[in-house]
């Protein structure tokens, strides 16, 4: 009778250990052990629950049980904003460690000056930030209605006021958040220099085609004010500008010898044929 007791017992027990097993591996354990990588992005003013939540409909977790138990246990009371590398084969407390450390998956993206918006989507693409074709488009279809862009020639191109600087870039970030971050960075800058550029008698686009032309064919400060002096006198007198950079753009050939075919184009980019200011910087 004492044996048999002894027997129920360890089943009960057993039994009792299979359901607990099982009730934190359902609650803790990978949602999916053969899971890639991805990217989970958090909104800013996201609570807890909202992004526990998604990370159970977008299948990174098992339970919302779970996570919140998990999150709380591991001291997870403010999830920072931004896209975090998470993966299902993690399991929840490795989840929680992450968004706890408020790592996300940022690229530190240097935009160098004198680069075209080709070259911008160019480099996001290979940074895996931005699709360049999307980034292209976007720039081509660019809707804002700020003074600062109303003086373009070309309005469905922004070349030239996509900033040169240093980004902090989430990967996953919608392709016009990115193009508004350069914006803004360009209004911010160029905003102290407004009165300046009101003396001129000339529109903000004007001065950045011109920036643009001296930009390119000159690296040092000196030489970039006599580059500036020479295309001012061309101008004045209705000659030419004759600058290479602008028949470079044409063919996007930055590094081997201008061509005459290059030199023969008829863009309207093709400073070495035609009069006056090409359309963009």
Known sequence: MKQKKV????IILGGLAIVLLGTYLWMFAPANYKGEQYLFTVENGQSITRVISSLQDQGFIRSVSGGRLAFWVSGVKVIQSGTYNISPRMDVWQIASTFRSGTSAVSNMVIPEGYTIQQIAD???????ADSSEFINTTKNWTSQDAFLQSRTKKD????YLFPDTYRINKGTPT??????MLNNFQRRIAPLQTQIDKSGR?????LILASLVEEEARTEVNRRLVAQVLLNRIAKGMRLDVDATVRYITGNWDNPITKADLNSNSPYNTRKFLGLPPTA
Do not use: A, C, F
Request: aromatic fraction near 0%.
């Open 7 to 10: 027997i129920i017992s360890s």
């Open 123 to 129: 480099l996001l693409k290979k940074k895996g930030v």
């Open 157 to 160: 191109s922004l070349e030239g």
């Open 176 to 181: 016009k958040d990115i193009i508004s971050m």
């Open 203 to 207: 529109t903000l686009n004007q001065i």
